[in-house]
């Protein structure tokens, strides 16, 4: 099914009767962005997706020929958006951003949760109420067919546990460990009861973070895999020799049996735009690269 309206192109997939939604904030500017979203749909489809709809929101990219294509992953949606959206604190960031870079990040944080609103806003219009919800960043490789049935195990077994992600970090104004939206999944029930969103509220709180504040400070808990990227002895556990090479800024998510389980490039889009050997973390296309090589 195919839907065109004057703000988005809705190409219909697999999602009814389905608990868990998994949604991508999309944006590709060129073909190696559309490369790496490519290779993240990839490797999703190749793992356990029972119960659970993909949902690939994708905010004002140029149309080109490189643009990934319903017609590449039938089983998963495709929201087109048209236009972009306005930054909801557009004063406050004129006066607390110094640097160009630092405002594009910024923007960057807004526009991937509105993104994520954007698909729980259009559940409500076609009645599809998930349990649960994954948000996910265009860069990163499921090297685990378990992996999501894992997550949704944690959550059912612990009716206090509000998130299960992949890199648990303080947020910015350091005061909380809160989980990194590039692999976050929500109970959704009690992301509605707490009445939460996963805007930014900088200085302090980055996309999805004051939402994890907010949880953490009526009682609830997170719960985060063992990453090697924030606990750098966990490389020595790392036993498949193809993951032992791929750098310091790389997210190599394991789970309780060491297994590695999910990865995450860091910075895809940028490294898309900038695509140099950057202190000799992997590019761009060393990373779309090593994924057809090994998978």
């Not at 649960?132 to 049935?149: E, H, M, R």
């Not at 735009?273 to 973390?281: E, Q």
Request: proline share 2%; with cysteine.
């Amino acid at each position: 099914m195919h839907l065109e309206t004057k703000d988005y192109t809705y190409y219909r997939g697999e999602y009814k009767n389905t608990n868990t939604a998994i949604i991508f904030a999309s944006y590709q500017p060129n073909k190696i962005a559309s490369d790496l979203l490519r290779v993240a749909l990839n490797s999703l489809s190749k793992i356990d997706l029972e119960n659970c709809s993909v949902w690939i929101i994708d905010v004002a990219s140029p149309n080109s020929e490189n643009l990934v294509k319903h017609s590449e992953f039938k089983k998963f949606n495709f929201l087109y958006v048209k236009f972009l959206p306005q930054d909801l604190n557009k004063n406050i960031f004129q006066k607390i951003l110094n640097f160009l870079s630092l405002r594009s990040k910024r923007e960057g944080s807004f526009i991937n949760s509105w993104s994520i609103h954007f698909a729980l806003n259009y559940f409500k219009n076609i009645s599809y109420d998930p349990k649960y919800f994954l948000t996910l960043q265009t860069d990163i490789i499921f090297t685990s067919y378990n992996i999501l049935g894992n997550l949704k195990l944690k959550l059912e077994q612990n009716k206090n546990l509000i998130a299960a992600g992949f890199r648990e970090q303080p947020n910015l104004g350091k005061k909380y460990k809160i989980l990194h939206s590039l692999g976050c999944m929500w109970n959704y029930d009690l992301f509605k009861k707490l009445n939460l969103n996963l805007y930014p509220k900088f200085p302090n709180f980055d996309l999805a973070e004051y939402a994890i504040a907010k949880s953490l400070d009526k009682g609830y808990e997170t719960y985060s895999l063992k990453n090697a990227r924030t606990d750098k002895s966990l490389i020595n556990n790392i036993k498949e020799e193809k993951y032992q090479h791929l750098g310091d800024g790389v997210d190599i998510c394991l789970n309780e049996n060491s297994d590695v389980v999910f990865l995450h490039l860091g910075r895809g889009i940028s490294k898309s735009l900038d695509n140099k050997d950057n202190n000799k973390k992997f590019t761009a296309k060393e990373w779309i690269s090593w994924y057809y090589k090994n998978f």
